[in-house]
């Protein structure tokens, strides 16, 4: 009989990735491997300790160097996109198999302090040099299990426990799966450009559509002395908690004082709110194409305010070339509340610091703008608007936003 220790703190040495929809990627598999183990470097950047990230027959390992941060290396893993999942993995050496034995079973009583339950061995002999073969070493190693602990029970069809151990250039002993966000590694699909409020929907959007890969450039537009120098801090913050998942990101400021002044006192109020949002969405198209992004996003929601409406909408597109992605579109206001606050930009968000959109607003809104008319309005600013577009672009502040710098 196995005597049973004192149970301590299980040190684990890796984290085995698991990855979803990379593989079914084909001959192209290599290069989302590679994004992801970008992606992971990245994230690791602001945890505590030393990182080694890299490829190993078809598997991504984070193998960690020395002392870390258990906790703090897990919550950054759960922000890059393409991981579903994070295996706490023990490495021991290769020995023979007793000494195997005792591995596992010393795994299982640091692990589990309720030995009540069910498992099953999951052996892979991935080292065909090792002379005993994977069914062996399921029998042998789940005969250990039972001696030592005999309160557990073996359930080969639905266990509480997967005892994995892979036996490679070392041995892998992993069972616990920590969930991770899915997706797709970032720049994998592309860029596109992010108009970032300080509101709760578009960090939401910026977000989701990170998700599906797509790298995320932001416009910002910042309209002094109407909103405050904390207005633009308070973006600037919501960019840099949104790279903690999407990676880097490039914001351009936009000075649109002068725009939306120009629009106030020579187009009808009720049709401001929708002429703004048109002169933005120019402008973040120019910013997109100049940096090769394939698409604009904004944090819509249709008929959630009177800009969105599909009338609003409809308006706002056809001032665009490039496509124009609202993964929020379906939405209603809870459900991306439960986002932001999953993404921790809520807090922020709600921050009471008014941006540009929120200044310039009319009493009556139109809710149902005829393209036509809205057309025929922007007629009068002829005499400015080209200037005023020029300055804006030419005077955008450029902020390069990473998740850990202040």
Known sequence: MYKKRRRKQMKFHSFLIK????GIKGKNRYIFEDALV????YALQGADGEFLVHKCHGRVYVDCEGEYDFEET????????????????VRVPVAELEQLKKDVVSYVDQVYEDKNLTFKVEARRANKRYPVNSMEINCAVGEAVLEAFPETKVDVHDPDVRLNVEI????????????????????T??????????????????????????EIEATYFHAPPYTSERAKEKVVDLARLVSAYAGPIKLHVVNFTDIQLAIYEKCPHDELTIIMRRYMMKIAEHFAKKDGCLGLITGESIGQVASQTMQSLNATNAVCTLPVYRPLIGFDKKEIVEISEKINTYETSIQPFEDCCTIFVAKHPVTKPNLERIEKS?????????????????????????????
């Open 19 to 22: 990855y979803g929809e990379i």
């Open 168 to 187: 490679r250039e070392e041995v892998y002993i992993y069972s616990k799966i920590i969930p991770g966000p899915g997706g797709m590694p970032i720049g």
């Open 38 to 41: 970008r992606q992971i470097r």
């Open 378 to 406: 922007e007629l009068n600013l002829t005499d400015v608007i080209d200037d005023l577009m020029k300055t804006a672009i030419e005077t955008a502040e450029v902020i390069r936003i990473r998740q850990n710098e202040a």
């Open 189 to 214: 699909n592309g860029s596109a450009m992010l108009l970032l409020s300080g509101g709760i929907d578009s960090p939401v959007a910026g977000y989701m559509i990170a998700k599906r890969g797509v």
């Open 74 to 89: 897990v919550e950054s893993l759960k922000k890059v996109f393409g991981i579903v999942g994070i295996c706490p993995v």
